[in-house]
Each structure stands twice: as C-alpha cells, then as structure tokens.
C-alpha cells in the first residue's frame, strides 16, 4: 500500500509499533468505505461548486419553503461513507486542542483536493506517502514542544497529568488512557493501551528514560488511524443495511462538523452517557455548539468555500488597470464577507438576507474604496448600506473581484458562478473548439456587452451564454475589483437584461433589480441545503437524496431560525445520523 518510514526518537527505531499506518488505514477501508477515489465534483482553481444535481424541483425563495418538488416521498436515503481522513484545517485544529501547540501543521500537508466544491469530502481525501512523513515530523514537534513545557503549564498538565519518574508504570497507563481516549474521540480498549504502554516499557527496558518511552508512547497514538482518520465502523461490511452512528462516531461527525475540530468535553460526556442518541440530547448538543465560539468554523470553512472567500487573496488584477487593489484590500474584502455571513448566522437570519443584507462590516480603507462615509475608530465596523448601490453579498467585493478578468469585468464568470453555487444549475460545458476570444487584444474596440451578443447570436454558443450572460451583465455597474461606476471606457454603462423566470421574461436594470430575482428563484433554498448536507456530511448529494433535502428544508422552516436553522436541521437529519457499508 504505502511505503513506512521508521519511527524515530532518541536514536530507537519501531516499525512494528506504529508503522502500520498504511496497512490499518486500508484494513479499515474495508469495513467503511473505499479509501480514496477520483475526486468527483471541482478541482481546485475552478471556483464552481460541481454539478448540483439536486435542482429542478424543491422549494421556493427563502430558506425553509419546503416545496412541494416532483419526488413521491419515501425514508431519505442513506448513502455509503467514505473513511475520512482529517483534512489540514481539522489536523491542526484537533493537535491544537489535544496538545496545547499553536502552530499550524496542517498547512504542511500538501493542498486538499476537491470536491464537490469542499475540502472535507471523504473520497478526495487521498492518503499519500509525503503526509505519514509529515504526520511524523508534526507528532514529533508537538510532543517536544509539549514536555519541554514548565509542570504548572495548564497543557501539559491536562496530558502529562502525573510525574512519570516517580509514578512509574502506572502513570505511564493512566496517561496514555486519557490522551488515546480524547485522541481517538472515542473509548479505547485493553488490547490497544497494551500495545501503547508495551511501546513505552520497550523503550525504558533498553535502558531509555521513562519520559522518552511515555512520549513515544504518545507518538503511537498521534500516528494511528484512529487520530488521523475519522473512523466509522459497520457491524457488518458486506450488509447494505442502514444503521445508525454509535455515540462517539456521531459525537465526532457533529464537532467536525460544525466546529473542524475534535469533540469537547461536554459532547463526549452526552456521547459516554447516551444522551446524544436521544433527540432531545441531540438537538441540545446541536444548539450549544453553534452558539459556541468554535462554531466560526462555519464562517471560515463553510462559507469561505461555498462563497469562495478563501479565495479573494489569492487574485492578482492587472496593477495598471486597477493600482487600488492590493494584499490589504483583499484580506478587507474576505473579513467583510466572513463578518457579514457569522452575523447572519449569530442573527439566526433567513438565507434570502445574504443577497439581500442592508449592511455589511467596514474599516477605512474597504469605505474609502466603497466610497462611504469611513467608520469612527480603528478596525470593522457594521454600517448601513443605504444609498451605497450595494445590498448582500453579490455587491462584496470579494465576489465581484472573483468574477473577473485580470484587466476587465467578466459577466460570464459572474453568470455562472451564480448559477453554479447559489442555484446548482451549473450551464453545459463549453463546446468542443469554443473560442475564448473576449481578452482585451481581441476585443476590436467593443464593450464585452456588444461582444458577448455576438456569442448569443451564434449556434452553439447561445445555449449556455443566453442563461449566464443576463446575470453577468446586472452587475457591470462595478468594475474587476468591485469599485462601483456608472461609466466605463465605451460611454454609460448598460446594467439591463431580461432574464427567463418560473413565471416567464422579467426585464431587469441593474443588480438591484437583478437580486430579488435570485432570491425569489425556487433553485435557491434547496441549492444552500445541498451544499450545506454536503459539507456537513462529507459526500456528494445526488437526485436519490431528494427526500433528504426535503426533509432538511421542512425542519428549518418549523425551527423558524433562518440560516442557523439549516445548519441545525442538517446535524438532525437521517443523512446525518446514519450511515450504511458498501455491502460488496
């Protein structure tokens, strides 16, 4: 399978102990799923949000309409999961919270795949030679860092809770008990604290240290499958039957979920107790944790990729054409867009108001490029967004500057990118022979608006430029990096379109007009419900999932919370709790 490297520490060398990572990683591939596979959906750099297979039925504008869609109902469907190794964010994440460090080791990891527009999906989460020398190397550093530690540190005493020179072999149990059990998010068994302590006795027999075998002792834990993969185990691997998540493996998919993090204290309490199976447990694990500080993850990691704000930094416009945009206002943009999202989330605020917000968060620089009145005082302010020509996220920065060219607007991009990752209809590819031919050497002089009917005026271009173009032309009223203009270097801007709706042609002039359009379009709800079950699942929803969808919308509409009533209702969901074998 893989090739292991020898595991290292004060000149001895265990292979047998903890070099069987490869091995046990495909053994328990075989009891929960396939181990990696072809990523299906986006790779990264695409900026879509894959193939939104979902749409065509469902709900209406707001989160929560629960549609009456085309599906006869039946129990939601629960598909087989993949085994699914901790993705960098949650690598870190979890070493942080275990160990006490503070440095980032997941960002050592080489990138994530992706797919259908996330990074935690369990079949791209690919296991490769290079990270079991990174997983070494960061066990290594952690645990270094950790015993080098004063006694009184709260870390080190949360790990190394007993003085393993005086307490022995005893202490040397107790302490590997405690950090395996937390380490793997779940009780451990006889069988593996043996094997653990026998790593540590081997040591010391051999006339090492009793510190150096209890922390290779630990490094064993750091580098079995059951802390670097999230390990769900069927009953029985060959059985297609449906059945629920034990407590601890629905402790765990709750808190990476919701948290990219490993479970707390509290939830592996409700996990050891019962509770959490219960509904009421539950749904009262649910609450607490997004009203948690460590629920930002969902900012961060949900939004940040649904919404592509990770993504704003990394773009480079044209300097001469746009000298305003730099690293600053880039990073501006992103905690706009961030700080917008939590504050609907905290407001618990019905989806439709990411479109359609009349606020957003500021500091000087971002109203100095907007053109508003700058905030009182340093850093992010939230401010009206009255007389700005701007409402909700379509009008940020972030998505605007994401949408474009290096040296111009892209009505196309902006197009899809709507269609793609707020209503899962993504256009059909491009033909086979497609030139792209709107860069500013081959524009002859022409506005991209008199250029892009040429598009719609032709066979085979007109079929996925006469759904994408309309949308991208309400926003030209803002230029490549999102300063808004009612000119541009061919005269007035022409911000106007028709755009086909359920309920026939709408004319429309600007994205002001534009917005309520998509937001009133029935895609949307059902759309934000298959990216959330998505990421909050970690596997691609499909047309067999419809009820699942439907049931997800159903409950956020009864739980009147809006957007944190999504969130909540997908942790809920059978698609959630359950899971199936492949039954091959």
């Not at 080190?156 to 809770?161: A, C």
């Not at 026998?198 to 209890?214: N, P, Q, V």
């Not at 009349?358 to 620089?365: G, L, Q, Y």
């Not at 109203?367 to 909700?392: C, D, I, N, Q, W």
Request: glycine share 10%; net charge negative.
């Amino acid at each position: 399978f893989i090739s292991m490297p020898k595991l290292k520490l004060g000149g001895w060398s265990s292979v047998g102990a903890v070099g069987a990572l490869g091995g046990l990683a495909l053994a328990l591939a075989g009891c929960t799923g396939v181990m990696s596979g072809d990523p299906k959906g986006d790779m990264p750099g695409s900026g879509a949000g894959g193939p939104g297979p979902m749409t065509g039925g469902g709900s209406g504008g707001a989160v929560g309409a629960a549609g009456s869609g085309n599906v006869g109902y039946s129990k939601p469907k629960v598909d087989v999961m993949t085994i699914r190794r901790l993705n960098r964010t949650q690598y870190t994440n979890t070493l942080q919270k275990l160990t006490g460090t503070t440095q980032d080791h997941g960002s050592k990891l080489p990138p994530e795949n992706l797919s259908f527009g996330f990074d935690n999906i369990g079949e791209a989460l690919a296991l490769q030679p290079l990270h079991i020398e990174i997983f070494e190397q960061s066990a290594d550093a952690v645990l270094t860092e950790l015993f080098a530690r004063p006694a009184t540190d709260a870390a080190r005493s949360k790990v190394l809770g007993c003085d393993v020179q005086s307490g022995g072999h005893a202490c040397v149990v107790s302490t590997v008990l405690a950090f395996a059990e937390r380490a793997y998010r779940r009780p451990v068994t006889e069988a593996e604290i043996t094997s653990f302590v026998s790593i540590a006795d081997s040591f010391t027999s051999t006339g090492g240290t009793a510190a150096e075998g209890l922390k290779l002792a630990l490094k064993a834990v750091l580098m079995s499958p059951h802390f670097i993969f999230r390990v769900e185990l069927d009953p029985s691997p060959t059985a297609k039957d449906v059945h629920p998540l034990n407590a601890f493996e629905l402790a765990s998919r709750l808190s990476y979920y919701l948290w990219s993090n490993m479970p707390d204290d509290a939830l592996l309490a409700s996990a050891k107790s019962g509770a959490l199976l219960t509904a009421a447990g539950l749904e009262s694990e649910v609450s607490r944790m997004l009203s948690d500080a460590q629920a930002k993850a969902l900012v961060s990691d949900f939004a940040g990729q649904w919404l592509n704000i990770r993504r704003v930094e990394t773009i480079k416009p044209d300097a001469a054409t746009y000298p305003a945009f730099n690293a600053q206002l880039a990073a501006d943009m992103a905690t706009e867009s961030f700080m917008t999202f939590a504050e609907l989330l905290a407001q618990a605020r019905p989806l439709t108001e990411l479109l359609t917000s009349d606020f957003s968060f500021v500091n000087k620089n971002l109203a100095k490029f907007y053109g508003m009145a700058e905030p009182a005082g340093e850093g992010f302010s939230k401010v009206s967004l009255a007389g700005s020509h701007r409402t909700g996220y379509l009008t940020q920065g972030t998505f605007l500057s994401l949408t474009s060219n290096p040296t111009r607007t892209s009505p196309v991009k902006r197009g899809k990118w709507v269609l793609e990752q707020l209503l899962c209809s993504p256009p059909p590819p491009p033909p086979v022979g497609a030139k792209f031919d709107l860069d500013e050497a081959n524009m002859g002089g022409q506005s991209v608006r008199a250029r892009l009917e040429e598009h719609r005026a032709k066979e085979p271009c007109n079929t996925c430029h006469k759904l994408m173009d309309p949308i991208g032309l309400s926003f030209e009223n803002f230029d490549g990096i999102g300063a808004y203009r009612t000119m541009d270097q061919f005269g007035p801007i022409d911000a106007t379109g028709v755009l086909n709706t359920a309920a026939g042609p709408v004319s429309f002039s600007g994205a002001d007009q534009l917005i309520p359009l998509v937001t009133s379009d029935e895609r949307l709800a059902p759309c934000a419900a298959e990216k959330v079950l998505t990421y909050a699942v970690g596997r691609g929803f499909t047309i067999d999932d419809a009820n699942a969808l439907k049931d997800v919308l159903a409950a956020t509409t009864a739980s009147g919370k809006g957007l944190r009533g999504l969130f909540a209702s997908a942790a809920l969901s059978e698609s959630f709790k359950n899971r199936r074998a492949v039954g091959e």
